[in-house]
C-alpha cells in the first residue's frame, strides 16, 4: 500500500505543477472538504485533535488564572501517575 500511495503522491505533484494557482487552491480546497468528509476523526486528546479543534473554534479564551490552574493540575497528575507506576 505504501508504494501505492508514492505513485499517487507523484501523480498529485505533477497535476500541481500543471495547474493555475487559482486552480490549486481549489484542490486543496476539495481535498480538506474529502478529508473532513470521510477520514477518521483525529484520537481525543491527541495534538491533531486538539489543532483541529482550533482551527474550527478559533483560539480558546481562558478567564484570569484558569489556564494556569489547568496547568497545574496537569502537572500534579502527572506527578501522581509517575510516583505510582515506579
Known amino acids: 500500500m505504501t508504494q501505492h500511495l508514492t505513485i499517487q503522491t507523484k501523480?498529485?505533484?505533477?497535476?500541481?505543477?500543471?495547474l493555475p494557482l487559482e486552480k490549486v487552491q481549489e484542490l486543496?480546497?476539495?481535498?480538506?472538504?474529502?478529508?473532513?468528509?470521510?477520514a477518521p476523526p483525529?484520537?481525543?486528546?491527541?495534538?491533531?485533535a486538539i489543532l483541529t479543534t482550533l482551527e474550527e473554534g478559533g483560539?480558546?479564551?481562558?478567564?484570569?488564572g484558569e489556564l494556569e490552574q489547568l496547568?497545574?493540575?496537569?502537572?500534579?497528575?502527572r506527578l501522581m501517575d509517575m510516583n505510582g507506576n515506579d
Not at 501523480?11 to 500543471?18: Q, R, T, V, W
Not at 481535498?31 to 473532513?36: I, S
Not at 483560539?59 to 484570569?64: I, S, T
Not at 496547568?71 to 497528575?77: A, M, R, T
Open 28 to 38: 486543496l480546497d476539495f481535498a480538506d472538504y474529502l478529508r473532513q468528509r470521510y
Open 59 to 64: 483560539p480558546a479564551h481562558f478567564e484570569e
Open 42 to 48: 483525529p484520537q481525543r486528546g491527541s495534538a491533531a
Open 71 to 77: 496547568l497545574e493540575e496537569i502537572e500534579s497528575l
Open 11 to 18: 501523480e498529485l505533484e505533477a497535476i500541481l505543477a500543471d
